[in-house]
Nanobody, 113 residues
Framework: QVQLVESGGGLVQPGGSLRLSCEASGFTVSGYAMAWHRQTPGKERELVALIASGGHSNYPDSVRGRFTISVDNAKNTLYLQMANLHPDDTTVYYC???????WGKGTQVTVSS
């Protein structure tokens, strides 16, 4: 069974950093594109990072230069390295394999002074 488990969220001050993890099981992440999304209640889900199976990554303007998506093939784990965090980054973050409807529980990121 495909399973995604996000972790690594927490409370940080503006300008701080966090590294989110997404442990995958049931498939090998190196063979697929993978993505991070975030969603705040009352707002649409937003794609924040995408990595293709070949390693190419894409980011929206809101996070470009601050967020970095990566994969550890040995651990079958997806990461989102977040730096220079803004209060507007506060929400729940989810990982996903594009083209699927499998989602984990998400991990909460709170950026507050």
């Amino acid at each position: 069974q495909v399973q995604l488990v996000e972790s690594g969220g927490g409370l940080v001050q503006p300008g701080g950093s966090l590294r989110l993890s997404c442990e995958a099981s049931g498939f090998t992440v190196s063979g697929y594109a993978m993505a991070w999304h975030r969603q705040t209640p009352g707002k649409e889900r937003e794609l924040v990072a995408l990595i293709a199976s070949g390693g190419h990554s894409n980011y929206p303007d809101s996070v470009r230069g601050r967020f970095t998506i990566s994969v550890d093939n040995a651990k079958n784990t997806l990461y989102l390295q977040m730096a220079n965090l803004h209060p507007d980054d506060t929400t729940v973050y989810y990982c996903n394999r594009p083209g699927s409807d499998n989602w984990g529980k998400g991990t909460q990121v709170t950026v507050s002074s």
